[in-house]
Every structure is written in C-alpha cells, then in structure tokens.
C-alpha cells in the first residue's frame, strides 16, 4: 500500500514538474559586446592566411622596396611590417598554402630572396 501511495503520488506530480520549466529569459548587455564582437571576427578572418615576404632592410629600403613591388604585382596590396630592428615587405593574403605557392613562384622569378609565410 506504502509503495502504490508512494508512486500514485510521483505520477500526478510529473506534469507539474515538466511545467515548470518554462519561461521566458531576457537578455541585457552592454551595447559594446557588439562591437567588440566585430573585432574578434575581423582578426578571424585575418587570422590563417598566407603572404609572400619579398624582402627586408631598414626603412628607406623597404618604403622603396614597397613600391616597386606594388609596380610589379598590383593584383595584390603590399604592406610593411616593422619586426624590429627591421622592416618586412609582404605581398598579398592568401587562404590556402596551394593558392600562396602557386603565385610565390611568380614572385620568386623576380625576388630571388622572397620566402612564404604564414603570419601568427
């Protein structure tokens, strides 16, 4: 008799327990996660690439070293990295190392010194 009350009881408390689960939740955050949410895509997307360094010096040389490469290959943006004591010139972003070694060995033809890399 215990063990038949025992489980009569169970039973009928069940759907109030399955009831009480529901609810509606509000969310309040600070207008700035968005943005900062932004960011952190960007530097995903940034983030695993592949470039071609063309050369490297100090910063005349690699302001001059710049420019005749945006001459040479205007398909891609070069740019300037400063890793001190110098200065890097890269070419391009490339998403896969197939695509970078294809367009490297154009650019090798022409920089016998430049090396790929995978920026961190």
Do not use: C, H
């Not at 010139?89 to 010194?113: C, D, I, M, N, S």
């Amino acid at each position: 008799m215990k063990r038949s009350g025992i489980l009569l009881i169970t039973l009928l408390s069940l759907p109030l327990m399955a009831t009480a689960q529901q609810g509606q939740i509000t969310l309040d955050q600070d207008p700035g996660i968005e943005k900062l949410l932004e960011i952190y895509k960007k530097n995903l997307s940034e983030a695993g690439y592949f470039t071609i360094q063309v050369g490297f010096g100090n910063s005349s040389f690699a302001q001059e070293l710049k420019t005749e490469a945006e001459v040479d290959f205007p398909q891609w943006r070069a740019r300037i990295v400063f890793d001190s004591p110098t200065y890097r010139v890269q070419l391009g972003r490339f998403k896969t190392r197939l695509e970078a070694e294809r367009e490297f060995l154009t650019v090798r033809k022409k920089y016998p010194g430049a090396i790929l890399l995978r920026p961190e």
